[in-house]
């Protein structure tokens, strides 16, 4: 990969587990990670980041309980098969948006304001 797969930031108020999550989900949604890339260890993603163990873990866990990623004994953690994958993740980010969205006090038609314009942009 030519970026570092997850950054932490301590200014955002996302818990560094989150910002795990949520950062390797979206490389999957984006496509950067693809079915049966492997992530890096826990132990190893850990000490490149400069989080516990135990904070890695709990992102990988519910990368896997959304069905974005499989561990295995000694395959590793990998991204899932197929395409529901970037559906679990796209979802995930729809639910994050609209989360932030209601915390920063939009209406329904604001926030779905925002998703068309983005996707006229994400079109060109």
């Known amino acids: 990969m030519s ?21 390797v989900a979206q490389r999957i949604a984006d496509g950067d990670l693809r079915e049966g890339d492997h992530l890096p260890t826990v132990r190893s993603l850990a000490a490149e980041i400069g989080l516990a163990v135990n904070t890695v873990a709990r992102a990988y866990k519910q990368l896997e309980a959304d069905g974005l990623v499989t561990t295995g004994r000694r395959a590793g953690t990998v991204v899932a098969p197929g395409a529901l994958a970037t559906d679990i993740a796209l979802g995930r980010s ?6 932030r969205a209601v915390s920063a006090g939009l209406g329904d038609t604001e926030a779905l304001d925002l998703v068309r314009t983005a996707l006229r942009e994400a079109r060109g």
């Open 3 to 23: 970026r570092p797969l997850v950054t932490i930031d301590p200014a955002v108020a996302d818990p560094p587990f989150e910002q795990v999550r949520a950062q």
């Open 94 to 99: 729809a639910a994050d948006f609209a989360g």
